[in-house]
């Protein structure tokens, strides 16, 4: 069992930035990698950006160049540094741990709204 918690989340106007932070507890030693979905209104969900334990990085292409996932191996933390945000980034944000079998993990997630 592993939960994952979100935060960090807010409200930004255009071209500001946020940091998200995701913490995992329970059994973490399931966990190959950590990630960021998010979804907005009308939209499907959609995978942003992935870490794993090899420290290889994956981005939507609509975050390249703006976001940036990192690892607190030590806190069992990833964080989603987002720089340049756009109002197209308002979401709901959730923390992500894909398992080879079963369920994969996820966070309750944290409000991002960007104002125009």
């Known amino acids: 069992q592993v939960q994952l918690v979100e935060s960090g989340g807010g409200l930004v106007q255009a071209g500001g930035s946020l940091r998200l932070s995701c913490a995992a507890s329970?059994?973490?030693?399931?966990?190959?990698?950590m990630g960021w979905y998010r979804q907005a209104p009308g939209k499907q969900r959609e995978l942003v950006a992935l870490?794993?334990?090899?420290?290889?990085?994956n981005y939507a292409d609509s975050v390249k160049g703006r976001f940036t996932i990192s690892r607190d191996n030590a806190k069992n933390t990833v964080y989603l540094q987002m720089n340049s945000l756009k109002p197209e980034d308002t979401a709901v944000y959730y923390c992500?741990?894909?398992?080879?079998?079963?369920?994969?993990?996820w966070g309750q997630g944290t409000q991002v709204t960007v104002s125009s």
């Open positions: 992500y741990a894909p398992r080879r079998f079963g369920s994969d993990y």
């Open positions: 329970g059994s973490i030693f399931s966990i190959n990698a």
């Open positions: 870490i794993t334990r090899a420290n290889s990085t």
